[in-house]
């Protein structure tokens, strides 16, 4: 099939990014890559204005996130995604070797998709998804592949580890935050998005390549004081601090014109 010719090219505050629609597709989507960017005792959605006092995490993408960071600070700094509209706070837990070696992971992928008509994520919008690979819809690993199909770090072989995070999709579109950081999203179901939560944004995948192959016998630092262990406390944070109107763009011209775009 013929690849659609649109170019959608838009200019935000300085900020110039280019969609490059690949190929027509039932659902819309584009990707940003974020290089991790530093490790901290830091948690600014369950912890905020408290350094140091959550177990390690990976942060990806903005540069500047830490226990302090407001939603200003974010946008102001500089990032490690491919996109520079996208200063978003993007981390998960550390991965942790058998020998108690903490892995410095490679990249994050984080997808965005939809389906007939989302909105973009509101500004400054937070949340939390995963914490149980029980559920591999939500949270687990994979070797190379696209979807999470075990709940602890196998042998990859020459593939890639990573681990696959899918956050909810429905806000009930008043709430950017909720005590819990999660009842204010929810998954949808078989027949859309439940009661309470009308407004559907993009759902949102993480694929964290650790830059190993073997991970038998790694876990996270999240894991004990979850009361889990082998890295079935798999989780991630999302905090939206992107260029609002480039997120826009992004999924008007992607996500709800029904085509996967490249950067």
């Known amino acids: 099939m013929r690849k659609p010719a649109f170019v959608g090219i838009m200019v935000v505050t300085a900020v110039v990014a280019v969609f490059v629609p690949q190929a027509q597709a039932a659902a819309g989507s584009f990707h940003v890559r974020c290089t991790f960017s530093h490790a901290l005792g830091d948690d600014p959605i369950v912890h905020p204005g408290q350094p140091g ?3 390690l995490h990976d942060f990806f ?3 500047s996130t830490d226990a302090s960071s407001t939603l200003a600070s974010m946008r102001s700094a500089s990032t490690l995604c491919q ?5 978003s706070g993007y981390w998960s837990p550390a991965l942790v070797a058998p020998d108690g070696t903490v892995v410095t992971p490679e990249y994050l992928t984080v997808y965005y998709w939809g389906k007939g008509t989302v909105v973009e994520p509101p ?10 690979t029980g559920n591999l819809k939500v949270a687990g690993y994979t070797c190379g ?3 999470a199909t075990v709940q602890v770090p196998g042998a990859c072989g020459s593939l890639w580890l990573k681990g696959v995070i ?3 999709s429905c806000w009930d579109g008043v709430r950017a935050d909720s005590p819990d950081h999660r009842s204010h999203m929810a998954y949808p179901t078989g027949k859309g998005c439940p009661s309470g939560f009308p407004v559907r944004i993009p759902k949102i995948v993480f694929h964290i390549n650790y830059g190993i192959h073997d991970g038998t016998g790694y876990t996270l630092m999240s894991d004990s004081g979850m009361g889990m262990s082998d ?7 999302f905090w939206n601090a992107w260029d609002q109107a480039a997120l826009q763009q992004a999924v008007a011209s992607c996500l709800n014109a029904g085509v996967t775009c490249d950067f």
């Open 61 to 63: 993408g903005n540069v």
């Open 231 to 237: 890295g079935r406390s798999l989780h991630a944070d």
């Open 145 to 147: 592949g696209s979807h």
């Open 123 to 132: 500004a400054d919008l937070r949340v939390i998804a995963g914490g149980d």
């Open 83 to 87: 996109v520079p509209g996208d200063t």
């Open 166 to 168: 899918v956050f909810p």
């Open 53 to 55: 006092v959550s177990h």
